[in-house]
Antibody, heavy 125, light 110 residues
């Protein structure tokens, strides 16, 4: 069964750093683009970052540009989110999401078809 | 404020049908495929519609998706209490290059 498992969340002070990890299993990890999506308390889903299957291109939402960096290690079936200069409004559950649904001989890329259960990040003094 | 606009809530009785709208622009819904996600707090979101109008394996045909211009719609017929959740639309926005979600719609089955 395909699954994604996030780790690395926790409590961090404003201005601090945290590195999230997401490990995939049950599918060919290096074939798929990967994303991070977050949900702040009481808010909706917000896409954070994207990384292509072979590492480039990468995209970020404007709110995290210059502070967050997405990366991946296909040998370890893992994607990461390095979060620096954290702020209070970064407090959220962070989900890892696989992009691409393949059925038969066709793959559809504009969909997040597998999500992890999330890891909580709290930025507070 | 989200790039894609959804109603905050919709409700209907069991057995009835409901539609959830998602309004965007030419750079997102107008030129890309739309997907819809079901989300319960504390759980992993789940895709219910992809490629605007297709259902993944395991999603019943009570769920449907459509698009007209820069607006998309999720339809659910034969409502069940188990359908209660938050539903989000999502798509790629070509300008800037970013994925965008709607603000989410809370479905209540009365």
């Amino acid at each position: 069964e395909a699954q994604l498992v996030e780790s690395g969340g926790g409590l961090v002070q404003p201005g601090g750093s945290l590195r999230l990890s997401c490990t995939g299993s049950g599918f060919t990890f290096n074939f798929y683009n990967m994303n991070w999506v977050r949900q702040a308390p009481g808010k909706g889903l917000e896409w954070v970052a994207y990384i292509s299957s072979d590492d480039r291109p990468r995209y970020n939402v404007d709110a995290v540009k210059g502070r967050f960096t997405i990366s991946r290690d296909n040998e370890r079936n893992s994607v990461y989110l390095q979060m620096d200069r954290l702020r209070g409004d970064d407090t959220a559950i962070y989900y890892c999401a696989k992009a691409g649904y393949c059925t038969g001989d066709t793959c559809y890329w504009e969909v997040f078809d597998l999500w992890g259960h999330g890891t909580m990040v709290t930025v507070s003094s | 404020q989200s790039v894609l606009t959804q109603p905050p809530s919709v409700s209907a009785a069991p057995g009835q049908e409901v539609t959830i709208s998602c309004s965007g622009s030419s750079s997102n819904i107008g030129s890309n495929y739309v997907s819809w996600y079901r989300h319960l707090p504390g759980t992993a979101p789940k895709v219910v519609i992809y490629d605007t109008d297709k259902r993944p394996s395991g999603i019943p045909d009570r769920f449907s998706g459509s698009k007209s211009g820069a607006s998309a719609t999720l339809g659910i017929t034969g409502l069940e209490t188990g359908d209660e959740a938050h539903y989000y639309c999502g798509t790629w926005d070509s300008s800037p290059s970013a994925w965008v979600f709607g603000g989410g719609t809370k479905l209540t089955v009365l």
